[in-house]
């Protein structure tokens, strides 16, 4: 079946620092991958995604790459910002496995200034 | 345009109520599904719905809970004779058909079983 593994929590940086967050998975066929953040009290967002292998998904600064041959997508960020302090889900969809999502237990990140 | 709307946001039953949370998909969107994230874990996938029709509910407990997703109105996730363990965040997730990125969630539920 699907699964996710994520490093465990919580990490604590200084504001700055560079962020690596690993996650690995293990899926039939060619899934598409996800992380979520969720800020205290609030619903999961979407931060990034990739659909295929060799893809990189970016946005506000984070950074994901699909590698199928170490079935990971770790999630860097080069430098941190209080603001970025939440808990973060890494995720994968397999299209032969209808459309769930299959979730990490997340990492929570603490940035402190 | 709105997103994915869960009413209440935060729920007290005592020990053999029933909880009813409601999901309004963001609009055009056909598609829904619950996770349930009990505290300092994460989500597991309960059940996915179209309307009128239940597609996968592979995640949810044989016993005591339901859901629907009818023709007009929003989904609801029923919770009968509600247990201490059944405690926690309750999200909702909308998307379009043939989605092939992730979906919208909303703020979730929060359950409490005193």
């Known amino acids: 079946g699907n699964s996710v593994t994520q490093m465990e929590g919580p990490v604590t940086l200084s504001e700055e620092a560079f962020l690596t967050i690993n996650c690995t998975y293990t899926?039939?066929?060619?899934?598409?991958l996800f992380w979520y953040v969720q800020y205290p009290g609030e619903g999961l967002q979407l931060l990034l995604k990739a659909t295929k292998a060799d893809d990189k998904g970016s946005n506000k600064g984070f950074e994901a790459t699909y590698r199928k041959e170490t079935t990971s997508f770790h999630l860097e960020k080069g430098s941190v910002q209080v603001s970025d302090s939440a808990v973060y889900f890494c995720?994968?969809?397999?299209?032969?496995?209808?459309?769930?999502?299959?979730f990490g237990g997340g990492t929570r990140l603490m940035v402190k200034p | 345009n709105a997103g994915v709307m869960q009413n209440p946001r935060h729920l007290v039953r005592r020990r053999g109520q029933e909880a009813r949370l409601r999901c309004s998909p963001m609009k055009g969107h056909s598609h829904v599904y619950w996770y349930r994230q009990l505290p300092e874990e994460g989500l597991k996938f309960m059940v996915y719905?179209?309307?009128?029709?239940?597609?996968?509910e592979s995640g949810m407990p044989k016993e005591r809970f339901s859901a629907e997703f009818p023709k007009e109105g929003p989904s609801i996730l029923r919770i009968q004779q509600v247990v201490r363990g059944d405690s926690a965040a309750y999200f909702c997730?909308?998307?379009?058909?043939?989605?092939?990125?992730?979906?919208?969630f909303g703020s979730g539920t929060r359950l409490t079983v005193v």
């Open positions: 899926a039939t066929g060619y899934p598409s």
């Open positions: 997730a909308s998307s379009r058909s043939g989605e092939n990125y992730g979906y919208t």
């Open positions: 995720a994968l969809r397999n299209n032969n496995a209808g459309n769930m999502l299959t």
């Open positions: 719905l179209q309307k009128e029709n239940i597609i996968d």
